[in-house]
């Protein structure tokens, strides 16, 4: 072996090593998290990099709390909801900041993007009285609408340029088809925006997922909760115990059906998030 | 019917004018070609007609129907695009149905339709594809379909061809000749390309910086133009311009004085030119004569000599005159580099055109070509 394939191995051992590092920074603390959910308590403080022994009994013992299997499913409805509703105003707003000529447009696109900048104990308290005045503490109608303002000004941006993207005259042979702007949207611009769509749809659903100040400001007992303050409430036998465990188990769970949604969309994700970027 | 008319069409975007003063009819069944340089106006005046675009002055009918305000889907007028504009998620019988259905068409009726349309423009095995799996003549002959489902009293076609290779463009050209001749529709078509304006249209419209320039059948154009921007726009390669002096301005011929001190008699009628004005002597690059027939002779040398197989295009270097003269030669012209040549100039075969660039009205008659 001379010289330069000795540098090329060298080059190549290095590369790999460094994808590994990258690797185990990223997945250790998940993978940390699924192995300490499968231990029984007792074992629990015995640092274990490999599993001995499988125990689902923190996975039980959280399903058979009622109020973590409520908590859940305030989670899928609102985060749904949200994406329901962000994808359905995003499109429309889409249509029209992309499309409409008016006064203003760049105004508009602004202020939208300002508005996502705000962190949220910035507009926590203003928002609370809002909900407060709408009668919308403690329901998930309020958390609805709290995480859609924070997602809409994403959407709205990613929709926009991929709907500026579309070609001018797609939408004038549909005009002269005799489609109004509905039916444009609809049934020629939706069928050529779904990678968008998935993205812009996935990341909502995300954020909506994880959110977890507002959950814990907006609601106030355990049967309106979502699944992020759920689990932080969970408590132990008594005040000084942490139950690693079944928090372990509860994270493991919500984090899962996440995990399988990202896999599914990742090709819709990359095209879409560079769709806007460059041309293709 | 078909029968379209434009009185004082003007537009304005923002208050910068594009398009002004259009008056023209276009009769039922004719096919009318919109051509000039880009930026001349043409798709604009297109998307005017189509409705895609505001109509800022003026008055457009169609049959004596005042249309201005008629939203596009419902002036009867079908478009087809430069890049097609196909829906791509739907296959070809579903982009020519897409109009029939929004209108609630009947099924029976929406079918029977996309059949004969498909059957008329070659697509019938095809209707299940998608545009992606289509050639570019294809998609183009798609697109035409689906105005043709529409049955619309005036066809509009903007830069249809342009996208297509060489070879396929002369093609479908035929083809548009051949649906023209069918359907007997109104048609009215865009263009920078000359040579389309020339093979397909009964009648050119040369539009020139957003007004036209000169209306008429395309050989009228060619033989007769009206100004040196006509003259110069019709016809490859290029019409030759030489800069002359009016020495004998008259009703049925006109002399002038050439850059060589040589005097033409030129069968224009200059009455309206004074002794000394200085004008614009234009020759095609077919109309040199043999030197013994000739009225005034220019000397030159051989500059670059392209050879198309068909014909030789001779550019030559003339004493006195700024740029090269092209001289259309045999295809198998023996001609040897730097080569000396006399070019014949032949009164009755030259056009003249003033300062402002107006044409003196030809003196000659041209069988079978109307003025």
Redesign the interface.
């Given at each position: 072996m001379n010289q330069y394939q000795l540098t090329k191995l060298a080059k190549r051992v290095g590369f790999y090593a460094l994808i590994a590092v990258v690797m185990v920074y990223a997945i250790f603390p998940f993978y940390y998290a699924v192995i300490t959910s499968l231990k029984p308590s007792s074992d629990l403080f015995r640092v274990d990099f490999w599993l001995s022994t499988v125990d689902f009994g923190n996975y039980v013992q959280i399903f058979t709390q009622k109020s973590f299997v409520r908590a859940i499913l305030n989670s899928i409805i609102v985060s749904l909801s949200v994406v329901f509703i962000a994808l359905l105003l995003g499109i429309t707003a889409s249509y029209a900041l992309g499309r409409v000529r008016f006064r203003g447009r760049t105004t508009v696109m602004l202020v939208i993007l300002g508005v996502s900048m705000f962190p949220q104990v910035a507009v926590l308290s203003g928002l609370f009285e809002v909900i407060r005045g709408l009668g919308l503490y403690n329901n998930p109608a309020g958390l609805i609408l709290s995480y859609t303002i924070f997602t809409l000004p994403f959407t709205v941006w990613v929709l926009t340029t991929f709907m500026k993207q579309l070609?001018m005259?797609?939408e004038?042979?549909?005009?002269?088809?005799?489609?109004t702007p509905w039916?444009t949207i609809t049934?020629?611009f939706l069928?050529?925006m779904w990678p968008a769509m998935a993205t812009t749809g996935l990341l909502a659903f995300i954020a909506a997922w994880n959110e977890f100040l507002f959950a814990l400001t907006f609601t106030l007992t355990d049967d309106q909760r979502t699944v992020p303050v759920a689990i932080a409430l969970i408590s132990g036998g008594s005040q000084h115990e942490l139950p690693w465990g079944p928090i372990m188990a509860a994270s493991v769970t919500v984090t899962v059906p996440l995990v399988i949604l990202v896999m599914i969309f990742q090709r819709r994700i990359v095209s879409g998030l560079t769709a806007g970027a460059v041309k293709g | 019917m078909g029968h379209l008319t434009l009185t004082g069409i003007g537009k304005d975007y923002d208050g910068v004018e594009v398009s002004r003063d259009i008056d023209l009819s276009i009769e039922d069944g004719e096919f009318v070609v919109f051509v000039g340089p880009s930026g001349c106006g043409k798709s604009t005046l297109l998307r005017m007609i189509a409705g895609l675009e505001e109509i800022s002055r003026g008055e457009m009918c169609l049959d004596g129907e005042r249309l201005n305000e008629t939203p596009p889907q419902e002036r009867d007028i079908g478009m087809v695009f430069q890049s097609y504009a196909l829906y791509p998620h739907m296959t070809v019988a579903e982009n020519m149905a897409f109009g029939l259905k929004l209108a609630h068409a009947d099924k029976a009726e929406i079918k029977q339709r996309v059949e004969a349309a498909a059957h008329t423009l070659q697509l019938s095995p095809l209707l299940d594809r998608r545009p992606k799996a289509l050639s570019g003549g294809q998609r183009q002959r798609v697109a035409i379909g689906r105005t043709l489902v529409k049955q619309p009293r005036v066809f509009l076609f903007d830069e249809p061809l342009s996208n297509l290779d060489a070879s396929l463009r002369v093609e479908m050209r035929v083809q548009l000749a051949e649906l023209h001749r069918r359907l007997g529709a109104t048609m009215v078509y865009v263009t920078h390309d000359q040579v389309e304006a020339m093979t397909l249209a009964d009648r050119i419209v040369l539009l020139s910086s957003g007004r036209i320039a000169q209306v008429g059948a395309p050989l009228t154009l060619y033989h007769f133009p009206e100004s040196l921007e006509v003259a110069a726009f019709i016809g490859s390669p290029r019409i030759n311009t030489l800069p002359v002096t009016v020495i004998d301005p008259g009703k049925r011929r006109t002399g002038v004085r050439l850059p060589n001190g040589e005097t033409l008699p030129v069968a224009v009628d200059g009455s309206r030119l004074t002794e000394g004005d200085t004008a614009t002597l234009g020759i095609r690059a077919e109309d040199f004569v043999t030197p013994d027939t000739a009225d005034a002779l220019l000397q030159g040398r051989l500059g670059v000599a392209e050879r198309l197989g068909y014909e030789t295009l001779a550019h030559i270097d003339v004493d006195g005159v700024e740029g090269t003269v092209t001289q259309r030669l045999d295809r198998l012209a023996c001609l040897e580099p730097r080569q000396a040549l006399t070019l014949g100039l032949s009164g009755e075969q030259c056009h003249l055109f003033d300062a402002e660039g107006q044409a003196c009205p030809r003196q000659v008659e041209i069988p079978g070509i109307a003025r």
């Open positions: 070609p005259e797609l004038e042979a549909a005009i002269m088809d005799g489609a039916v049934k020629v069928p050529l | -």
